[in-house]
C-alpha cells in the first residue's frame, strides 16, 4: 500500500464546477497535510495546509481532513481553466524527522 | 509566501562533467532542504535531505558520491551531480522547511532543468 494514494486522473470538470480532489494516507498518525499545485514544466506551488480535523477554507479552495478515515480532499470552487493543474497531496507521517510524502498527484482539467 | 530560489534554471552539459545546482531560501532560514528529481509526466522523487551542518541522508537507491549535497548555510543548500551521463537529464526542484514543529510547511523552489548531451 502505497503511503499517499490520489487517482491519476485525468478529472475533467466544467468552467463554475466544483472539483473534489480526494487523497488517502496509511499512516494514522500522521499531523500535517498540505496541498500542492503543479503546472506543466513548473514547480509545485503551496496552496493550502491544514492540521486539524474538519474544514480549511482560503478563497475558492478549501481543504477538508477526516484522520479517523485517514482521508484528506480539496475542494476548488467556480473552477478555471487556469486551475487546470497536477494537484499533490501531500502528508507529514508520524516518524520523526521532517521528510513529506508526496502522492503521484492528480491531474484536473477544466474545460471553458 | 516564502521565497525559495534556485539557480542555474536550466543548464546543458556533456557527458561526464559535473554540475552544481544551488538552492536558496530567500527570505528565512532553512535548517532543512530537500532536493527532488522529476522525470517528465512522473511524481516527485525524493533524492535526499540536506540538514544544515551535518552529511545529508540519501534516500534508497540515490547514489551519494554521485549526487553531492552541501548545506553549508541556513540559507544555502547545493546539489552537485558529479560525473552527469544522459540519463541524468531531469527536472531537479528543491525544497526549504520553513519554520518548526508539527506546522512546519515545504516552500518549492523553481526548479533546475538538466539536459545531458
Known amino acids: 500500500q502505497k503511503e499517499v494514494e490520489q487517482n491519476s486522473g485525468p478529472l475533467s470538470v466544467p468552467e463554475g464546477a466544483i472539483a473534489s480532489l480526494n487523497c488517502t494516507y496509511s499512516d494514522r498518525g500522521s499531523q500535517s497535510f498540505f496541498w500542492y499545485r503543479q503546472y506543466s514544466g513548473k514547480s509545485p506551488e503551496l496552496i493550502m495546509s491544514?492540521?486539524?480535523?474538519g474544514d480549511k477554507e482560503d478563497g475558492r479552495f478549501t481543504a477538508q481532513l477526516n484522520k479517523a478515515s485517514q482521508y484528506v480532499s480539496l475542494l476548488i470552487r467556480d473552477s478555471q481553466p487556469s486551475d487546470s493543474a497536477t494537484y499533490l497531496c501531500?502528508?507529514?507521517?508520524?516518524?520523526?524527522?521532517?521528510?513529506?510524502?508526496f502522492g503521484a498527484g492528480t491531474r484536473l482539467f477544466v474545460k471553458a | 509566501g516564502a521565497v525559495v530560489s534556485q539557480h542555474p534554471s536550466w543548464v546543458i552539459c556533456k557527458s561526464g562533467t559535473s554540475v552544481k545546482i544551488e538552492c536558496r531560501s530567500l527570505?528565512?532560514?532553512?535548517?532543512?532542504m530537500f532536493w527532488y528529481r522529476q522525470f517528465p509526466k512522473q511524481s516527485l522523487m525524493l533524492m535526499a535531505t540536506s540538514n544544515e551542518g551535518s552529511k545529508a541522508t540519501y534516500e534508497q537507491g540515490v547514489e551519494k558520491d554521485k549526487f553531492l549535497i552541501n548545506h553549508a548555510s541556513l540559507t544555502l543548500s547545493t546539489l552537485t551531480v558529479t560525473s552527469a551521463h544522459p540519463e541524468d537529464s531531469s527536472f531537479y526542484i528543491c525544497?526549504?522547511?520553513?519554520?518548526?514543529?508539527?506546522?512546519?510547511?515545504?516552500?518549492f523552489g523553481p526548479g533546475t532543468r538538466l539536459t545531458v548531451l
Open positions: 501531500a502528508v507529514r507521517p508520524n516518524t520523526g524527522g521532517f521528510k513529506t510524502i
Open positions: 491544514i492540521y486539524s480535523n
Open positions: 527570505d528565512f532560514q532553512a535548517t532543512t
Open positions: 525544497s526549504a522547511r520553513r519554520g518548526s514543529g508539527s506546522t512546519d510547511t515545504q516552500y
